[in-house]
């Protein structure tokens, strides 16, 4: 039964996804998707954003480095489409989809958001991060299928 759970960010959601992925694996779930961390910037500007492949099979830069007094956004909407189709290719056969964040490019359909309503239609489980100014956004695009949760209360049964 498709559900998607969105997780309120906070300075620990990265690695309680990451615990909760390791936890779904051991459980037998099959995972796509994408965990996201931080990686210092060569110029001393802010960190990168650093993409995770959920099973292990790659990992993406999807900022770019505008420098050590920058400001603005730096997501790179290539790099991000990039890994997005990669996700998309290992979706097929997948338990359970784990999306970094919800954000700006989600909010405008494009990023993410085609592959979660994807996700959701194949009747897979999606687990999304969501910044605090999102959940409006958020709440209007999954609806009644949104559930709010803690990483550590969410469980699922392998198919």
């Known amino acids: 039964m498709a559900q998607i759970f969105a997780v ?3 300075g620990q959601t990265d690695a ?3 615990v909760l992925r390791d936890r779904m694996v051991a459980d037998g779930l099959r995972v796509a998707g994408v965990l996201q961390d931080r990686a210092p910037s060569a110029s001393g500007g802010k960190a990168h954003m650093v993409l995770h492949d959920a099973a292990g099979r790659f990992t993406s830069v999807i900022s770019q480095d505008l ?3 920058a400001g603005g956004c730096r997501l790179d909407p290539g790099a991000l489409e990039d890994v997005v189709l990669r996700v ?3 979706l ?5 989809l784990f999306v970094n964040r919800f954000g700006k490019q989600e909010e405008q359909g494009r990023g993410f958001a085609p592959l979660i309503a994807e996700a959701l239609d194949a009747g897979l489980t ?3 991060a969501v910044a605090p100014e999102k959940r409006g956004a958020f709440q209007g ?3 009644d299928l ?3 949760a803690d990483p550590a209360d969410i469980a699922i049964a392998p198919a």
């Not at 097929?92 to 359970?96: C, I, K, R, S």
Request: hydrophobic letters at 60%; charged letters at 5%.
């Open 8 to 10: 309120p960010c906070t």
């Open 16 to 18: 309680a996804l990451a």
């Open 67 to 69: 420098g050590a007094g």
């Open 88 to 90: 998309a290719q290992a």
């Open 92 to 96: 097929p056969g997948a338990d359970v």
């Open 126 to 128: 999606v687990i999304v």
């Open 141 to 143: 695009f999954a609806g």
């Open 146 to 148: 949104a559930h709010w």
